[in-house]
DNA sequence: GATGTTAAGTTAACGCCGTTCACTTTTGTT
DNA sequence: AACAAAAGTGAACGGCGTTAACTTAACATC
């Protein structure tokens, strides 16, 4: 009947080496390498047999980006160990594991969240427990115990969210002393050292305590 | 002695027909369109004549964002003309002017913050006071007027433009109900209702008040 | 007004990219 | 050994940024 099987794991094991080399080459030259001829050398390849892997470009990089998504959950489990549950320091180890994993994957990073999104279908393949749901439980404890104030849990996390990318992304468009153009500042320049900084302001918040009626 | 003189403003006058042309590419399209060859078509001319006015297409680009930020100052500098000095509600109405150009100049925002930045050297054209200044100024107001708490100014602005720029690049990298997958949820899903959702967490801080010594 | 210099623009090409297609080689089973 | 399918190849298409050689147009000078 049948002339020739086709062997799932030997297959798994061809896609498994394409994803590693795109990864590399990925992390060694930022996005601008990823290539699938690049890719296709790396591997010892033609370009075109590629396809017979991957649909295109996209869905090699989608593969790619599942992969960091792991990594990235892996430094934000790292961190939330370190710190006892229902603490607001747990929720600060999540966001400097943030910018952690950030600065020390910046390709990664890049591709993750990469602000193109052309096509408004993507990141359809986030780990469903991936990073946000660790973080929206760590607010939950946090305030279960009373070291947080009783906002809906979704929200806080997602501020947090926010706070940590911003820093990043604004950190990777320009160098932060250029954009701020601080005379006289002193704020720090890395995105790690900058989140730290915010730690006061995100806990107690920007305006002044009321009490003040001196 | 010089047989030909140029005339420096007919030379401006076709570079910003270029610019013109690369601006509208943009915002139509997306930078998937802003290619030389789309522009050079559009203003009517090979896309080598292009070289004549611009060293290259990074160069062509600067100009575009330069133009962009132009128009983002707009922005603020209308919302901060809507709010008395000094007040929270006037640093409050620049961060959603942010998402309101954000949003409305979506094209625009993806170029003025690009990621990608693969050369290190970049943005070193953004207007002096463009922006970053306007909103360091409203901090500096709120803080002598007593409504902010008096923390270094810098570093306040820098966090505001962090939150915004946050909710706005997480929303441009993926649908937020899609990223947050909540259940239950009821989370605002456009960039804009979030932020000002935000608004009490900024205010306030995440942290539980102390006088809850119940 | 003819001339000569030079700015402005064109065409063609190079090497890169993602992708496709016709073709060849390899492989496993009967 | 024979065969059918899988796996891989090379060449090509159109698009990209960019460059180089060449043509055309404009103008100050004689």
Redo the contacts between chains.
Sequence with gaps: MSPRVVDPDRVAEVEASIVEAARDLLAEG???RLSMRQVADRVGVSAAALYRYFENKEALVRQVIGQAFLRFGEYLERAAGTQPRGS?ER?QALGEAYLEFATENEAYF?VL??????D?R???D?P?GGG?DLLREAVEDAIES???????P??????????????M??A?????E?????KA???PSTPLE?FR??R??????????VE?LV
Tied chains: 1, 2.
């Design positions: 930022g996005p601008a607001l929720v890049r969240f990469s602000i193109q999104r052309d408004p993507a990141l359809e986030i469903e946000f009373g070291a947080m104030r009783p906002v809906q979704e929200l806080v996390a997602l501020y947090l969210w926010s706070v940590a990318h911003g820093v992304t604004i990777l468009a320009c160098r932060i250029e954009c701020v153009h601080s500042g002193g704020v900058l900084a915010f006061t302001l995100v806990q107690d918040g920007i305006k002044a305590p003040e």
